[in-house]
């Protein structure tokens, strides 16, 4: 019963509580103190009498009844009781001072010391390990690695060890024709005796130059020379260590050679082979002279290169050089600019794609005609200029070379002919220049060539008026274009005409008019190619021109003497060159051929590489063009609602829901992708997908044809607000074209959600173009490019909808007294200049038939009608200028027009009536294309409107 009642079996049960137990007091601190010491004697003495495995079973379950706090304690007592004596030491020191002590091991070690444990694997296999063994051996990686990649370095030296053609001494022997044996006691002597001598001239002068230094020493050290007299506290970083002994190595190894230069005899080379510098260099990161200019080389093509020009940083210097001179105009401004310098570096800012560079008029820098002799020198010319690879030097080509396999071919065999390195951009071109924002080619320099060359802002300020000009030029050459063809063919055919008259008599010269003809033709199409090769391109045009002038001989009117024979003979002669020049061709492509299936083996051995730079490139263009957007909300939107919002407004509610809503639901649509694309490439691995993004973000492309059907409304009512308000023209004024717009107007920032998907098609293609084929992403990829791709048609079914509807305005606005021309459905097909001829006698036959001109029409065809209006020109005094004007004259429906032709004759050439219900026009083209061209189009047309 006292057992099973605790408050009978202890009296006082009020000043003595229980707790969890009958015999333990609460309230009294004594009597608890000695029960417990009693209750652990006990239990002591219980546990000297079991045995080892009883004892286990006690511990278990007491430790398995303590708490956390319980269990550190234990902890703690154990590690000052018994401190262990073995510990993985990259477990307990700090990581930098783990991988300080695994910078001393070879390669060879390193990965023994990989197999050890998982964190020892983790820490050999970082790059800032595996850099520096690559780069001794000239060893660079194609591409720059992500944040979280880590062993990229070690892969490329075990790919790079794997394929090295090492020979033995024997071997080498037998290629090189030297074999360098033992010397003997009595050769070794004045070797030890010379070099000792230097090493002593080396410290002498490195002495003297110690106590020069703290001659000169300024009595306190300023920021800038901190980091050369301060000596900072702790060890220094193991890059840094890195960098310090590489450089102070590579001086005192330049500091011996030019000693034994001084000393010794000149030898010369004995196998007499050419030994390229990248074989033989230490580390990328050497110690560049500070005292070498940048210089950087502007071609006169790019658009708007005088702000170029003024983007370019103080301290480097620029030139620019006229795009039509020869390869020694480059060399001369350089040579001239330098002074004697050699260069940290040298740019070439050019224009040019992915695959070739246009350096010079005639000069497209390929893998074709790198090893052309006159282009070979050049680069090793220009390679001379720079400093050596060692200290820092290369040459920078504002092309984006490195995105694809035929430009990084083409870098890598520039490097090996000129023993200098060669870097381009990686990304691929999504707007006008904006390739050169991307990553670029080989080691990380002291920055970024674009930073390095030209200051951030006005760079990005001249890209953006680039892009302008681009669509300003597209107009010119609209308009120019028909002006410059016709001037090209007359300067053809002056320039053939003078040939012949000079050296063949009048009859002949009438005889061969048809061969004078093609030698124009083939003249002008040369002139637009811009070919490398002038006589092939040439023989081509004349060997195709050949061909059709066969298939159409029945159509080819006899004369007395037939130009055949003479064409036949001119033929043969090309027939000759054009074979010469495919046989050199070919020759061409078979030396290039190894270097090709190279690159290609390289490229298969990490494809991901190359998908990652592209899913890089893409997340970049969609982080810029989200950043365009949110200039439209946070310069324009916001503060227009809160002008709104504070009794000030600039512009009513239903203006400023009518001009940004539907841009902002792109704004949101659009980040949210960036959002997706930016977690997706933070754990980016060789199987993640990118597809199933833009699948899903294809599925949302409503809110993009919201804003495409509205937007010339926004265009109208922005156009509107600025005429009727002037607080919002002063507004725009003010905000217009800035550094937070990018020098953009409110105008051209609603244009930028209309050219992203070609943008994106092109990412999507490139991406899609290095996964491979058995990929979960490349299905996805496909599916993603279509969508995307029916959505641009649709698009451009928009766009060209509006550019018709444009047309008719310009036409309307042209013509003198045309009437109304804005019609649903009706657009504008083909314009087509005629001149109008009057037969004197209509009852003679038609090859009889004499004409003469009356005046000059231009006929406009539209889809269900035919404009017809005179056409004058006029001049103005003191110009050579004219301006052409149009005079409406009919207008006739097309399912009421008739089509008759008139034969070729004697008298008339390339002539046609069009006739009417009331009138008919005999008209005549200038040129047959023109005429047969004319007749198609415009019987398809009259066929479309009578099926109507």
């Not at 333990?24 to 219980?46: C, D, G, K, M, Y």
């Not at 001659?215 to 900072?232: D, E, I, L, M």
């Not at 833009?694 to 607000?721: A, D």
Request: overall charge positive; charged content about 25%.
């Amino acid at each position: 019963m006292a057992a099973g009642n605790p408050s009978r079996a202890i009296p006082g049960r009020d000043s003595c509580h229980t707790r969890f137990s009958a015999w333990t007091p609460f309230s009294n601190t004594s009597l608890n103190r000695q029960l417990f010491q009693e209750r652990v004697a006990l239990i002591s003495h219980w546990f000297d009498l079991w045995t080892n495995k009883q004892r286990q079973e006690f511990l278990l379950t007491i430790f398995l009844r303590c708490t956390k706090s319980q269990l550190r304690f234990v902890q703690d007592w154990f590690s000052e009781k018994k401190p262990m004596a073995r510990v993985d030491f990259s477990t307990v020191l700090p990581r930098r001072i783990s991988l300080y002590i695994f910078s001393f091991l070879n390669p060879k070690d390193l990965c023994a010391a990989a197999q050890v444990s998982w964190p020892w694997r983790f820490l050999t296999e970082q790059d800032c390990l595996w850099m520096p063994k690559c780069v001794r051996f000239g060893w660079f990686l194609p591409y720059t690695p992500a944040d979280k990649e880590y062993g990229a370095w070690k892969h490329h030296y075990l790919a790079c060890v794997a394929d090295l053609d090492w020979l033995t001494p024997r071997e080498a022997a037998a290629v090189h024709g030297t074999l360098r044996e033992p010397n003997t006691e009595a050769e070794e002597l004045p070797e030890r005796q010379r070099e000792k001598c230097l090493r002593k001239i080396i410290w002498e002068k490195t002495a003297l130059r110690k106590k020069e230094s703290l001659r000169v020493r300024p009595p306190w050290g300023s920021a800038a020379g901190c980091s050369r007299w301060c000596t900072p506290r702790g060890p220094p970083p193991v890059s840094q260590r890195w960098r310090d002994s590489a450089g102070s190595q590579g001086a005192s190894e330049k500091e011996l050679v030019l000693a034994s230069l001084e000393v010794l005899p000149t030898r010369s080379n004995v196998s007499g082979s050419h030994s390229y510098p990248s074989l033989s260099k230490k580390n990328w990161h050497g110690v560049a002279n500070k005292d070498e200019p940048r210089f950087i080389l502007i071609s006169s093509r790019i658009p708007a290169y005088e702000l170029l020009v003024d983007s370019v940083q103080a301290g480097v210097l620029s030139a620019v050089y006229e795009y039509s001179k020869p390869l020694d105009s480059l060399l001369c401004l350089t040579e001239k600019a330098l002074a004697g310098r050699k260069a940290r570096s040298v740019g070439i800012f050019s224009d040019g794609d992915s695959r070739e560079m246009n350096l010079l008029q005639g000069y497209k820098i390929d893998i074709e005609n790198l090893l052309k002799p006159e282009v070979r020198d050049f680069w090793e010319t220009l390679g001379s200029f720079v400093a050596t690879e060692e200290e820092g030097g290369h040459v920078d080509l504002f092309v984006p070379l490195g995105a694809s396999e035929a430009g990084v071919e083409a870098l890598s065999q520039l490097s090996q002919l000129t023993g200098t390195l060669f870097t381009a951009p990686t990304g691929v071109a999504t707007g006008s220049f904006q390739h050169i924002l991307s990553e670029w080619l080989g080691p990380p320099g002291d920055g970024a060539p674009p930073s390095t060359y030209f200051s951030p802002a006005k760079l990005q300020t001249w890209a953006c008026w680039a892009e302008l000009l681009e669509e300003a030029l597209k107009s010119v050459r609209k308009e120019l274009g028909p002006l410059l063809k016709d001037l090209q063919k007359v300067i053809s055919a002056r320039m053939v005409g003078q040939i012949m008259s000079d050296s063949m008599t009048t009859a002949s010269i009438l005889d061969n008019q048809d061969t004078a003809r093609a030698l124009a033709d083939g003249l002008v199409e040369l002139s637009k190619e811009h070919a490398d090769k002038p006589l092939e391109f040439l023989s081509d045009f004349l060997l195709k021109k050949n061909k059709k002038s066969k298939n159409f001989e029945g159509n080819v009117i006899p004369t007395k003497c037939d130009p055949k024979e003479t064409l036949g003979s001119f033929m043969k002669k090309t027939n000759v060159i054009a074979g010469d020049c495919r046989d050199t061709k070919s020759s061409l492509s078979k030396s290039d051929l190894e270097g090709l299936v190279e690159l290609e083996r390289t490229l298969q051995r990490h494809p991901w590489e190359r998908r990652a730079a592209v899913a890089r490139e893409l997340l970049q263009s969609e982080r810029r063009y989200v950043q365009l957007l949110a200039a439209v909300r946070d310069v324009y939107a916001t503060p227009l609602r809160a002008a709104l919002a504070s009794n000030r407004a600039i512009l009513s509610a239903a203006n400023i829901r009518i001009i940004f809503s539907d841009i902002l639901r792109i704004l949101s649509l659009n980040r949210q992708l960036l959002d997706n694309l930016r977690d997706r490439l933070q754990e980016w691995g060789p199987a993640h997908c990118v597809g199933e993004i833009f699948i899903k973000f294809g599925s949302q492309l409503n809110t993009y044809t919201n804003f495409f059907n509205n937007y010339p409304v926004v265009l109208r009512t922005i156009e509107k607000c600025r005429e009727a308000a002037p607080a919002f023209r002063a507004f725009l004024q003010r905000c217009d074209k800035t550094i937070v717009t990018h020098m953009l107007s409110l105008p051209e920032l609603l244009l930028c959600p209309s050219r992203r998907f070609d943008e994106y098609l092109t990412l999507l293609y490139a991406l899609r173009l290095h996964t491979p084929a058995g990929h979960v992403d490349c299905g996805e990829l496909t599916a993603a490019i279509d969508q995307i791709k029916r959505y641009k048609g649709y698009l451009d079914k928009i766009k060209e909808n509006v550019s018709m509807k444009e047309q008719l305005s310009d036409v309307q606005r042209l013509v003198w007294g045309c009437p109304a021309l804005s019609e649903v459905n009706r657009y504008l097909i083909r314009v087509q200049d005629v001149v109008q001829l009057h037969c004197a006698d209509e009852e003679v036959s038609f090859s009889l038939r004499v004409y003469e001109q009356t005046r000059d029409l231009t006929l406009f065809l539209l889809s269900d009608a035919l404009l017809i209006s005179s056409r004058g020109t006029s001049h103005t005094p003191f110009e050579r200028t004219s301006k052409t004007t149009y005079q409406f004259t009919a207008s006739v429906a097309l399912h009421r027009l008739l089509i008759k032709d008139i034969p070729d004759s004697k008298y008339v050439k390339n002539a046609f009536i069009l006739q009417g219900p009331k009138r008919e026009w005999i008209c005549a083209t200038e040129v047959e294309d023109d005429k047969f061209l004319w007749l198609s189009v415009l019987k398809r047309a009259i066929r479309s409107s009578m099926e109507k």
